[in-house]
Protein backbone atom coordinates (compact mmCIF):
# COMPACT_ATOMS: atom_id res chain seq x y z
CA UNK A 1 0.00 0.00 0.00
CA UNK A 2 1.30 3.32 -1.00
CA UNK A 3 1.03 6.98 1.52
CA UNK A 4 -1.11 9.31 -0.05
CA UNK A 5 -1.72 12.72 0.49
CA UNK A 6 -5.89 13.75 1.67
CA UNK A 7 -7.67 15.07 -1.69
CA UNK A 8 -8.57 18.41 -2.15
CA UNK A 9 -11.70 18.36 -0.58
CA UNK A 10 -13.90 20.08 -3.93
CA UNK A 11 -12.03 17.01 -5.75
CA UNK A 12 -14.33 14.12 -6.89
CA UNK A 13 -13.82 10.86 -5.64
CA UNK A 14 -15.90 7.78 -7.68
CA UNK A 15 -19.00 6.86 -6.20
CA UNK A 16 -19.25 3.14 -7.15
CA UNK A 17 -18.97 -0.53 -6.09
CA UNK A 18 -14.96 -1.01 -7.57
CA UNK A 19 -12.23 -3.40 -5.13
CA UNK A 20 -10.38 -1.69 -2.32
CA UNK A 21 -7.57 -1.68 -4.59
CA UNK A 22 -8.83 0.59 -7.17
CA UNK A 23 -8.27 4.35 -6.50
CA UNK A 24 -9.63 6.94 -8.14
CA UNK A 25 -9.98 10.90 -8.43
CA UNK A 26 -11.14 13.71 -10.56
CA UNK A 27 -9.58 16.80 -10.09
CA UNK A 28 -11.69 20.78 -10.30
CA UNK A 29 -10.11 24.02 -10.52
CA UNK A 30 -9.64 24.48 -6.98
CA UNK A 31 -6.27 23.80 -5.41
CA UNK A 32 -3.79 24.76 -7.47
CA UNK A 33 -1.13 27.59 -8.09
CA UNK A 34 -1.90 28.77 -11.53
CA UNK A 35 -2.79 32.60 -11.85
CA UNK A 36 -6.46 33.98 -13.80
CA UNK A 37 -7.42 32.56 -16.36
CA UNK A 38 -6.18 29.00 -15.46
CA UNK A 39 -6.74 29.69 -11.91
CA UNK A 40 -5.98 27.63 -9.99
CA UNK A 41 -5.14 23.84 -10.47
CA UNK A 42 -4.54 23.84 -14.71
CA UNK A 43 -2.59 20.44 -15.17
CA UNK A 44 -2.30 21.20 -19.19
CA UNK A 45 1.00 22.20 -20.30
CA UNK A 46 -0.30 23.23 -23.89
CA UNK A 47 -2.71 26.05 -22.54
CA UNK A 48 -0.34 28.99 -22.46
CA UNK A 49 -0.14 28.53 -18.96
CA UNK A 50 3.23 29.35 -16.85
CA UNK A 51 5.36 26.30 -17.47
CA UNK A 52 6.31 26.53 -13.54
CA UNK A 53 2.67 26.65 -12.73
CA UNK A 54 1.51 23.75 -14.40
CA UNK A 55 4.81 22.01 -12.90
CA UNK A 56 3.71 23.29 -9.40
CA UNK A 57 0.06 21.99 -9.97
CA UNK A 58 1.18 18.68 -11.24
CA UNK A 59 3.43 18.15 -8.64
CA UNK A 60 0.22 18.82 -5.61
CA UNK A 61 -1.60 15.62 -7.82
CA UNK A 62 1.25 13.91 -7.55
CA UNK A 63 1.37 14.32 -3.64
CA UNK A 64 -1.82 13.44 -3.52
CA UNK A 65 -1.79 9.97 -5.61
CA UNK A 66 1.25 9.40 -3.82
CA UNK A 67 4.41 7.58 -4.95
CA UNK A 68 2.04 5.80 -7.87
CA UNK A 69 3.78 7.44 -11.02
CA UNK A 70 1.06 9.64 -12.98
CA UNK A 71 1.65 8.83 -16.45
CA UNK A 72 0.32 11.69 -19.07
CA UNK A 73 -0.72 11.03 -22.40
CA UNK A 74 -0.82 13.29 -25.95
CA UNK A 75 -4.56 13.02 -26.87
CA UNK A 76 -5.71 14.43 -30.02
CA UNK A 77 -9.50 12.75 -29.93
CA UNK A 78 -8.47 9.59 -31.70
CA UNK A 79 -9.07 5.63 -30.92
CA UNK A 80 -5.42 4.99 -30.26
CA UNK A 81 -5.20 2.94 -26.62
CA UNK A 82 -1.54 2.67 -24.93
CA UNK A 83 -1.00 0.05 -22.60
CA UNK A 84 1.35 1.36 -19.81
CA UNK A 85 4.03 -1.03 -18.72
CA UNK A 86 6.72 0.58 -15.83
CA UNK A 87 9.17 2.10 -18.46
CA UNK A 88 5.90 3.83 -20.58
CA UNK A 89 6.62 7.31 -21.37
CA UNK A 90 4.24 10.58 -20.96
CA UNK A 91 3.41 12.11 -23.97
CA UNK A 92 2.40 8.67 -26.17
CA UNK A 93 0.03 9.64 -28.60
CA UNK A 94 -3.29 8.65 -27.46
CA UNK A 95 -6.81 8.87 -25.59
CA UNK A 96 -7.07 6.36 -23.46
CA UNK A 97 -4.44 3.78 -20.98
CA UNK A 98 -4.82 0.83 -19.78
CA UNK A 99 -2.76 -0.82 -16.89
CA UNK A 100 -2.15 -3.73 -14.48
CA UNK A 101 0.49 -2.21 -13.01
CA UNK A 102 0.19 -0.96 -9.27
CA UNK A 103 3.06 1.54 -9.73
CA UNK A 104 1.31 3.71 -12.39
CA UNK A 105 -1.63 5.74 -12.48
CA UNK A 106 -3.53 6.38 -15.65
CA UNK A 107 -4.28 9.88 -16.35
CA UNK A 108 -6.55 11.89 -18.63
CA UNK A 109 -6.96 15.37 -19.00
CA UNK A 110 -10.51 17.45 -20.29
CA UNK A 111 -11.78 20.77 -20.07
CA UNK A 112 -15.58 19.64 -21.75
CA UNK A 113 -14.47 16.59 -23.58
CA UNK A 114 -15.68 13.35 -20.98
CA UNK A 115 -13.41 10.99 -18.86
CA UNK A 116 -14.63 7.89 -18.68
CA UNK A 117 -12.58 5.47 -15.89
CA UNK A 118 -13.00 1.72 -16.12
CA UNK A 119 -12.10 -1.35 -13.33
CA UNK A 120 -11.82 -5.00 -13.47
CA UNK A 121 -14.53 -6.37 -11.24
CA UNK A 122 -11.65 -8.30 -9.95
CA UNK A 123 -9.29 -5.23 -9.36
CA UNK A 124 -6.63 -6.21 -11.14
CA UNK A 125 -6.52 -3.66 -13.63
CA UNK A 126 -7.64 0.08 -14.76
CA UNK A 127 -8.28 2.62 -17.25
CA UNK A 128 -8.58 6.04 -18.21
CA UNK A 129 -10.57 7.47 -20.96
CA UNK A 130 -10.76 10.85 -22.93
CA UNK A 131 -13.68 11.06 -25.02
CA UNK A 132 -14.60 14.48 -27.13
CA UNK A 133 -17.51 13.56 -29.87
CA UNK A 134 -14.76 12.76 -32.40
CA UNK A 135 -13.09 10.19 -30.31
CA UNK A 136 -16.31 9.16 -29.30
CA UNK A 137 -17.87 8.69 -32.72
CA UNK A 138 -15.09 6.99 -33.95
CA UNK A 139 -11.88 8.53 -36.73
CA UNK A 140 -13.69 7.14 -39.42
CA UNK A 141 -17.52 8.30 -38.63
CA UNK A 142 -19.92 6.02 -38.86
CA UNK A 143 -17.83 3.16 -38.73
CA UNK A 144 -19.11 2.77 -35.15
CA UNK A 145 -15.51 2.03 -33.55
CA UNK A 146 -14.92 4.93 -31.21
CA UNK A 147 -12.50 5.14 -28.53
CA UNK A 148 -14.72 3.07 -26.48
CA UNK A 149 -14.75 0.19 -28.91
CA UNK A 150 -10.73 0.38 -28.87
CA UNK A 151 -10.51 0.27 -25.07
CA UNK A 152 -12.59 -2.73 -25.00
CA UNK A 153 -10.53 -4.25 -27.56
CA UNK A 154 -7.70 -3.43 -26.07
CA UNK A 155 -8.80 -6.17 -22.49
CA UNK A 156 -7.92 -8.98 -25.07
CA UNK A 157 -4.26 -8.09 -24.15
CA UNK A 158 -4.68 -9.58 -20.83
CA UNK A 159 -6.16 -12.94 -22.55
CA UNK A 160 -2.61 -13.73 -23.24
CA UNK A 161 -1.86 -13.55 -19.14
CA UNK A 162 -5.06 -15.70 -18.73
CA UNK A 163 -7.01 -12.74 -17.43
CA UNK A 164 -9.75 -12.49 -20.53
CA UNK A 165 -12.51 -10.33 -19.11
CA UNK A 166 -16.07 -10.54 -20.49
CA UNK A 167 -18.27 -6.82 -20.25
CA UNK A 168 -20.56 -7.63 -17.04
CA UNK A 169 -17.13 -7.89 -15.19
CA UNK A 170 -15.85 -4.63 -16.08
CA UNK A 171 -17.12 -1.15 -14.09
CA UNK A 172 -17.07 2.15 -15.72
CA UNK A 173 -17.37 6.07 -13.85
CA UNK A 174 -17.70 9.01 -15.90
CA UNK A 175 -17.06 11.98 -14.96
CA UNK A 176 -17.72 15.80 -15.45
CA UNK A 177 -18.45 17.27 -19.00
CA UNK A 178 -20.25 19.46 -21.10
CA UNK A 179 -23.53 18.90 -20.68
CA UNK A 180 -26.92 18.04 -22.88
CA UNK A 181 -27.77 21.81 -22.49
CA UNK A 182 -24.72 23.27 -23.71
CA UNK A 183 -23.64 20.82 -26.01
CA UNK A 184 -24.55 22.12 -28.97
CA UNK A 185 -23.57 20.46 -32.74
CA UNK A 186 -24.08 20.07 -36.28
CA UNK A 187 -25.49 17.62 -38.64
CA UNK A 188 -22.06 15.75 -39.06
CA UNK A 189 -22.12 15.03 -35.66
CA UNK A 190 -25.67 13.44 -35.13
CA UNK A 191 -24.71 11.91 -38.68
CA UNK A 192 -21.58 10.05 -37.52
CA UNK A 193 -22.79 8.45 -34.10
CA UNK A 194 -26.41 7.38 -36.03
CA UNK A 195 -25.10 6.17 -39.27
CA UNK A 196 -23.85 2.99 -37.27
CA UNK A 197 -26.06 3.42 -33.97
CA UNK A 198 -29.09 4.55 -35.48
CA UNK A 199 -30.65 4.69 -31.59
CA UNK A 200 -28.50 7.49 -30.82
CA UNK A 201 -30.60 10.01 -32.55
CA UNK A 202 -33.02 9.92 -29.50
CA UNK A 203 -29.93 11.85 -27.57
CA UNK A 204 -30.25 14.91 -29.80
CA UNK A 205 -32.48 17.67 -29.52
CA UNK A 206 -33.12 19.83 -32.78
CA UNK A 207 -32.33 23.66 -31.84
CA UNK A 208 -32.67 25.00 -35.22
CA UNK A 209 -31.54 24.10 -39.45
CA UNK A 210 -28.82 21.67 -38.99
CA UNK A 211 -28.10 21.83 -35.28
CA UNK A 212 -28.82 20.04 -31.90
CA UNK A 213 -27.99 19.86 -28.48
CA UNK A 214 -26.11 16.56 -27.67
CA UNK A 215 -26.07 14.56 -24.55
CA UNK A 216 -22.27 12.88 -24.55
CA UNK A 217 -21.95 11.23 -21.35
CA UNK A 218 -25.59 9.65 -22.69
CA UNK A 219 -24.29 8.92 -25.98
CA UNK A 220 -21.10 7.23 -24.05
CA UNK A 221 -23.30 4.98 -21.62
CA UNK A 222 -24.92 4.05 -25.01
CA UNK A 223 -21.83 2.61 -26.25
CA UNK A 224 -20.74 0.70 -23.37
CA UNK A 225 -24.07 -0.68 -22.86
CA UNK A 226 -23.86 -1.76 -26.27
CA UNK A 227 -20.89 -3.62 -25.56
CA UNK A 228 -22.93 -5.17 -22.42
CA UNK A 229 -21.28 -3.13 -20.36
CA UNK A 230 -23.85 -2.60 -17.80
CA UNK A 231 -22.02 -1.62 -14.26
CA UNK A 232 -22.15 2.05 -14.74
CA UNK A 233 -21.81 5.31 -12.39
CA UNK A 234 -20.90 9.03 -12.19
CA UNK A 235 -22.50 11.22 -14.78
CA UNK A 236 -26.16 11.62 -15.26
CA UNK A 237 -26.89 14.45 -17.25
CA UNK A 238 -27.90 16.82 -14.57
CA UNK A 239 -26.81 20.04 -14.24
CA UNK A 240 -23.90 19.50 -11.30
CA UNK A 241 -22.20 17.56 -14.04
CA UNK A 242 -22.09 20.20 -16.63
CA UNK A 243 -18.56 21.79 -17.55
CA UNK A 244 -19.85 24.89 -19.11
CA UNK A 245 -22.20 25.58 -16.12
CA UNK A 246 -20.40 25.54 -13.85
CA UNK A 247 -17.23 28.21 -14.00
CA UNK A 248 -16.07 28.19 -10.33
CA UNK A 249 -15.74 24.59 -10.61
CA UNK A 250 -14.80 23.23 -13.69
CA UNK A 251 -12.63 24.61 -17.04
CA UNK A 252 -14.33 25.03 -20.09
CA UNK A 253 -13.03 25.51 -23.49
CA UNK A 254 -16.12 25.58 -25.02
CA UNK A 255 -17.21 28.50 -22.31
CA UNK A 256 -14.19 30.32 -22.58
CA UNK A 257 -12.98 29.86 -25.49
CA UNK A 258 -12.26 33.55 -27.08
CA UNK A 259 -11.40 35.28 -23.91
CA UNK A 260 -8.01 35.91 -25.29
CA UNK A 261 -9.67 37.55 -28.78
CA UNK A 262 -8.12 34.06 -30.50
CA UNK A 263 -10.46 31.86 -29.87
CA UNK A 264 -8.28 28.98 -28.70
CA UNK A 265 -9.93 29.71 -25.01
CA UNK A 266 -8.31 30.57 -21.91
CA UNK A 267 -8.95 27.66 -20.23
CA UNK A 268 -7.13 24.88 -18.05
CA UNK A 269 -7.29 21.29 -18.04
CA UNK A 270 -8.68 18.88 -15.29
CA UNK A 271 -7.41 15.24 -14.87
CA UNK A 272 -9.38 12.06 -13.88
CA UNK A 273 -6.76 9.49 -12.38
CA UNK A 274 -7.28 5.85 -11.36
CA UNK A 275 -4.67 3.39 -10.12
CA UNK A 276 -4.21 0.16 -8.29
CA UNK A 277 -3.33 0.66 -4.69
CA UNK A 278 -1.98 -2.53 -3.67
Given at each position: MTETAAFHPDWLVPQWPVPGSVKAVFTTRAG???????????????VGDMPESVAGNRAVLQRAVGTRRLVFLNQVHGTQVALLEPNSLDAQEADACLTHHSMLACTVMVADCLPMLLAGQNGSWVAAVHAGWRGL????????????????????????????????????????????????????????????HPESANLFVRTGPGKYLADLAALARQRLQALGITQIYGNDGSPPWCTVGNPSRFFSHRRDAGVTGNGVGATGRMAACIWLDR
Open positions: GVSAAPFDTLNLGSHAGEQHGSGQGIVESVYKSFGAFAQSGQAYTATKIIAWLGPCIGPAAFEVGEEVKAAFCAA
